[in-house]
């Protein structure tokens, strides 16, 4: 038996969602000219769904097998006399798919599963109409592009669930299932800015190819940008603008990766970062003010899913947990300063992610977890802009120097004044 509903006025509030949702996917398949199912189909199915969903209460759970049967009949039946008739018709499956989900959701309604089936039904609605938005979405992608999201379903799907799920090594700080859940974290934010790049295209404005760099990797980001600036002088207004909004969207990881992480401390460790990310913002809204209508070519972005970058990444993150377990147990925790100055000179993921974790397992006090991330913050920048010296040009290198060392002294305060 089925826990159902058995007031009216639940069920007529499950008919009146059915209603709307069935029309919603109907609609957009009767502006398609689907001769299958249209804007009263839908609506019938889904209606259908409830109905066999509140008959289940009473006769079992047959009737909806039965229903489902009849439904699976009559859309048989409905493409066989298409077939035969002298119409031609579009071959695929989509409506007749579609017509099962949404006599799915009509049945989760009756189980008074309502947020379930309402994101079930707009996401059909969704998913339909963006038809030609997706055709050509995988129309721009190569394979390699094709390679990056499977390896990335390979470290999430496969290898992901294969993992213990216990501490263990040294100082009993490593858990092979959390260690590569951050991986699957770190990984799946630079392929979302990768798959972001190949729709855009390597040419956009600067304001996109900085988020879009950031989220894929901001260091990388400062490289491509800094050379380009070296070549072309007159575009050292844009590629800073492009190597700020690169640092917003650090601040963005970084919160993400914190509450991932670091679970019930996170609106402990999470104010300090708050108002670093703000302050960045608002440089680099300034910048934009005074920079806007200048352009930058997106820098090449390299495949964030390689399995052998995921793999490094695993690694380095469970040695930056043990070193800080071990650094904290015989240094002290004042060492572990100089830990994240080292580590997040390069990458502020791992120590995010491993000083967030430490905290929120009470092996870290959270004052102290939040300092050294802000810390790395600041060996970040000043690597940084030691990047655009290298590869850029003078007068670049002037303008990351001042903008970040505004951000590095309200850093200092910050560490200063907080509690």
């Known amino acids: 038996m089925y826990s159902v509903p058995v007031d009216n006025a639940t069920i007529f509030q499950a008919l009146a969602l059915a209603l709307g949702l069935g029309m919603l996917v109907g609609m957009q398949r009767e502006r398609t000219n689907n001769a299958l199912a249209g804007i009263r189909t839908f609506p019938l199915i889904t ?142 934010i630079g392929l979302g800015g990768y798959v972001l790049y190949r729709w855009l295209g390597a040419r956009t404005g600067s304001v ?51 509450y991932v992480a670091g679970g019930p401390v996170f609106p402990t460790i999470a104010p300090a970062i708050v108002v670093l990310g703000l302050s960045q913002a608002t440089i680099a809204a300034i910048i934009w003010w005074r920079a806007r209508g200048s352009e930058v070519t997106v820098p ?14 695993g690694a380095l993150y469970a040695i930056i947990l043990v070193l800080v377990a071990a650094v904290r147990e015989y240094l002290g925790s004042g060492a572990l300063y100089l830990v994240a100055a080292v580590s997040g000179a390069t990458d502020m993921d791992a120590i995010t992610l491993s000083m967030s974790r430490l905290a929120g397992d009470g092996k870290l006090d959270a004052s102290t977890a939040w300092r050294t991330i802000v810390v790395a913050t600041m060996a970040n920048m ?22 970040y060392a505004t951000q590095v002294a309200l850093a200092i305060v910050l560490l200063l004044v907080m509690a």
Not at 161 to 169: D, H
Not at 305 to 312: G, I, K, T
Not at 382 to 403: D, E, P, Q, W
């Open 300 to 313: 090449e972005q390299e495949n964030p899913a390689d399995l052998r970058s995921a793999l490094v990444f």
């Open 47 to 188: 209606i259908l769904g409830v109905l066999s969903g509140v008959a289940a209460t009473t006769f079992g759970g047959w009737v909806i097998g039965a229903a489902t049967l009849a439904v699976v009949m009559v859309v048989a039946v409905s493409n066989l006399t298409a077939a035969r008739s002298s119409t031609p018709i579009q071959p695929g499956i989509t409506s007749e798919i579609a017509i099962l989900v949404m006599f799915a959701v009509g049945v989760l309604l009756a189980m008074e599963r309502t947020a379930v089936a309402v994101v079930v039904g707009g996401g059909v609605a969704i998913l339909l109409q963006a038809k030609s938005l997706l055709r050509a979405f995988v129309a721009k992608l190569g394979d390699r592009d094709v390679r990056a999201i499977m390896q990335f379903a390979l470290i999430t799907l496969v290898i992901l669930p294969v993992l213990p799920n216990r501490t263990m090594g040294p100082f009993d700080v490593l858990n092979p299932r959390s260690v590569w859940l951050m991986v699957v974290l770190v990984v799946g």
């Open 208 to 258: 996109l190819a900085g988020l879009v760099g950031g989220l894929v990797s901001s260091t990388a980001t400062t490289v491509g940008l800094s050379r380009r600036a070296a070549t072309a002088p007159a575009a050292a207004s844009a590629a800073l603008l492009g190597i700020m909004l690169a640092s917003v969207v650090v601040y963005v990881r970084i919160l993400i990766e914190m």
């Open 382 to 403: 000043a690597f940084k802009t030691g990047i655009v010296f290298v590869l850029g040009n003078l007068r670049l290198g002037r303008m990351v120097t001042v903008a």
